[in-house]
């Protein structure tokens, strides 16, 4: 420092100071450490505070000024050196901040374990909406029901075997005027929903049905079916046939080809299964046929008037025909492992 040689005698502390306080500066690793320093150099209690207060000792005017500036100099120089100090200790503490709040972009996330609807419930869903497609409206109805909707309304014999107890689940209810059972299709719904609404009707009914089955490859005691009716003034098996082909091709690929064989059920006439040719081969895919004015007459619609066409398929078919599942049990496999590959 040059101007250590203008300090009177007197002076020893500042000039002292001169010497250890450089190093001392540049060796603070701290903000904090710092100040410290700072305040013991050029603050209020520092040597150079001290030898401000003695200026006034001086008599000699020359002296008290040369010797003011001397010490004017030497807090000039340790302040710039302590401001510089103080900048590179402010850049480093912003440098630790950001490393810490470092992020690694490139690191994989973590990614949520997501659940997914079962197969069942996948299938009926993508069956609904392709008719909601086509301009029918979703509608459920009771899983406990009525001897009535399950098997009168819709023209089957008071004889007919899907009434035994060998076949269907009943409820006991006890001292109740109908029996109750557990629906064996979900094909009641078209009474019910008829009897409640004006035509024209357009509806599909997904949900679970109950039978008295023992669990086989071939056979669930619940599974679950979609129902579908149209009902409009002038409804033809050609609609039946087309809107059912046109919903094989949405469902299994556009160049699915589908033939109708005929078949028997009490609530239509004539009745039909449909088959669909698909890996390789035929597969009936479910059944169908115009509504049976019988089932007109029971909910109140005038069969002169009117015509339609119903079908009802199982979900758990349609998946397995799909996916090529050959054992329903596949359907009620709560191994995750077997869940997963039909995401
Ligand atoms: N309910 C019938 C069953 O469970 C399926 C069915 C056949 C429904 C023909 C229909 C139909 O609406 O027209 O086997």
Request: hydrophobic share 40%.
């Amino acid at each position: 420092m040059a101007t250590r040689a203008n300090l009177p005698t007197s002076m020893i502390p500042l000039e002292q100071l001169t010497q250890d306080a450089p190093s001392r500066i540049d060796s603070a690793a701290t903000i904090a450490e710092l100040d410290a320093i700072e305040a013991e150099t050029v603050g209020k209690r520092s040597p150079v505070n001290e030898a401000r207060r003695g200026l006034g000792a001086i008599e000699d005017p020359a002296e008290r000024g040369a010797t003011g500036k001397a010490i004017n100099d030497i807090a000039n120089e340790l302040a710039d050196l302590i401001s510089a100090k103080r900048v590179v200790l402010e850049a480093g503490a912003m440098e630790r901040l950001l490393q810490a709040d470092k992020v690694d972009v490139t690191l994989r996330g973590r990614v949520p374990q997501r659940g997914t609807h079962h197969i069942i419930q996948q299938t009926m869903d993508e069956i609904v909406d392709i008719f909601v497609g086509l301009g029918y409206q979703m509608v459920e109805g009771p899983e406990a029901e009525t001897d009535f909707y399950n098997f009168t309304a819709l023209n089957f014999h008071e004889t007919h075997p899907s009434r035994l107890e060998s076949d269907t689940l009943y409820l006991d209810y006890g001292d109740v005027d109908e029996n109750i059972l557990l629906r064996t299709h979900t094909s009641p719904m078209q009474a019910r929903h008829m009897e409640k609404h004006e035509p024209p009707v357009y509806i599909v009914v997904p949900g679970k049905v109950f039978r008295s089955d023992a669990i086989d490859a071939t056979h669930l005691p619940v599974f679950h079916q979609i129902e579908g009716l149209a009902v409009d003034d002038n409804i033809t098996f050609a609609d039946l046939k087309g809107t059912l082909e046109e919903f094989a091709r949405q469902f299994f690929g556009r160049g699915t080809k589908v033939k109708f064989i005929p078949h028997y059920f009490p609530f239509t006439e004539p009745s039909a299964e449909m088959h669909a040719y698909t890996q390789g081969k035929w597969i009936e895919l479910l059944g169908c046929g115009m509504v049976n004015p019988a089932v007109f007459e029971h909910v109140g619609y005038d069969p002169a008037a009117l015509s339609g066409f119903a079908f009802g398929m199982g979900a758990e078919r349609m998946a397995m025909v799909r996916h090529g599942i050959t054992d329903l049990r596949t359907m009620i496999d709560p191994d995750v492992r077997t869940l997963e590959q039909y995401r």
